[in-house]
Each structure stands twice: as C-alpha cells, then as structure tokens.
C-alpha cells in the first residue's frame, strides 16, 4: 500500500479557503469540490465572491460548485451562471430535488450544451444508470456516489461502487467519484475498485502521511499518548 501507486485522483473536499489553497500546494491534489452545506459551515455568505476567491487561487485545476435552487428551470439558470466563473468549472446538479423530482431532463439538456457537470448527491446504482443515460455520449461529466453515505446505512460500498462503475461503461468521459468517504482506507479502496475520483475533507487526506506507518511504532505511540495525558489529567488512584 502506497499512496505514489494510486491510480484514483485525489480531491479536496471543503469551503475553507485558506484549507483549500494549502490543499493546491500538494502536489497529490488534482481538483477540488465544495457544496452548500460546507460553504454555510464555513461561514460564506456571498456565494460568487467566494467562487472568484476560490478560482483566483486554483486557476488551474477542476472545482465543482453547486447549484442551490430546488425548481429545475431556476437551477437551469444558475447552472449556467456557475459554468461561466471559468474553464475550470464543474456545475454541480443534484440527482433529484427535494421533492424526488428526477433532474435527468436537465442533465440532458446542459451536458449537450458543452456543460461540465458533476452530478450529486448519488446513492443508487439505478441513479448512476439514470444519469448515464441523460448524459452526452462525448460530455466530461463527474457522476459523485455518495459511498461514505451509503456505507453509513449497513451497505458494502465496494460492489456497491463496482457496480456504478459499470454502469458507465458507455460513457467514457463520465468518471466516477467516491464522495463522503469516513476514513483513509476508502482511498484505497476506490482505486482498487477502479473509481477515477475520490474527494475527501483535509482531514482525512491530512492522515497520508501515515500510509505505510510502522504499526509496532504507532502502538507505543499511542500508548505515549495516554500516558502523557493521565500525567497532564493528574489522574490518581489510591486504595
């Protein structure tokens, strides 16, 4: 297990803009997502500004950005706003709204329009067949899995993710993404998989350096580290 044999591209996931440009200066990083829920979490309050903000430090790599909208023809809208912050820019399009109201029709009509998209917000196989199919044969398009979610309700997302892979064997320029992944082992299980795209927050991919770890030397670490604490804590324990 090495992290310089990784096939799958790394992304970083989050809204922190400082994060996000010490994420640029790593050269295992090849793009960037964000969404709503981390933006509001980081304290963003005017959307396009952020975005200027973002691109001015990451010029050159994908960053995917999210329509906010629920009724399709309004996201349509700021889908086409958001393709034009710069080349470089992924639209983000939920699988559904909040109704459940499939958004395959608006897939449809912004991938044949040249639109790069990355469609969210996934969790089953039938979706990514759904979205397949709505997709421009020749459209680069990232199609996100919510792997991590999926797994959080019992389910392996291994096969699970084998299978949405297939799903997209008619579509060579849609690339799979491992989204919401919980721990550093996903990254490699998305490259044996066969994932193009795994996107996690800095601090999971903070915690690459550990790859490969002596595990004797950890344990005594760990142990350091409880003990250290127990002094700090003047823990006591009289008969």
């Known amino acids: 297990m090495s992290k310089n044999t990784l096939k799958v591209k790394l992304f970083a996931d989050g809204a922190d803009l400082a994060g996000m440009a010490a994420m640029y200066g790593n050269p295992l990083i090849s793009g960037f ?13 005017d959307y396009p500004a952020f975005a200027r903000q973002v691109l001015a430090v990451i010029p050159d790599r994908p960053v995917s950005f999210e329509v906010f909208a629920d009724e399709l023809d309004e996201m349509e809208n700021q889908a086409r706003i958001i393709a034009t912050w710069g080349p470089n820019v992924n639209v983000k399009i939920p699988v559904m709204n909040t109704r459940g109201v499939s958004t395959a029709p608006l897939i449809a009509k912004l991938s044949a329009d040249g639109i790069m998209l990355n469609v969210t917000a996934i969790m089953t196989v039938r979706q990514v067949r759904e979205v397949a199919a709505a997709l421009a044969p020749d ?6 899995v919510f792997a991590g979610r999926v797994a959080d309700t019992g389910v392996d997302p291994v096969p699970h993710m084998k299978a949405c892979l297939a799903e997209l064997s008619a579509r060579p320029k849609a690339e799979l993404l491992w989204a919401s992944p919980r721990e550093l082992l996903n990254i490699f299980q998305a490259d044996d ?16 350096k550990l790859v490969g770890k002596d ?4 344990s005594r670490e760990t142990v350091q580290m409880f003990f250290d604490d127990a002094c700090a804590s003047r823990f006591e324990i009289s008969r």
Do not use: F, Q, R, W
């Open 33 to 45: 997502t964000t969404n709503p829920t981390l933006m509001k979490k980081a304290g963003v309050t």
């Open 139 to 144: 459209a680069p398009a990232i199609i996100s």
């Open 193 to 208: 998989v066969g994932c193009h795209i795994i996107t996690a927050t800095n601090d999971v991919l903070g915690k690459l």
């Open 215 to 218: 595990l004797d030397e950890y």
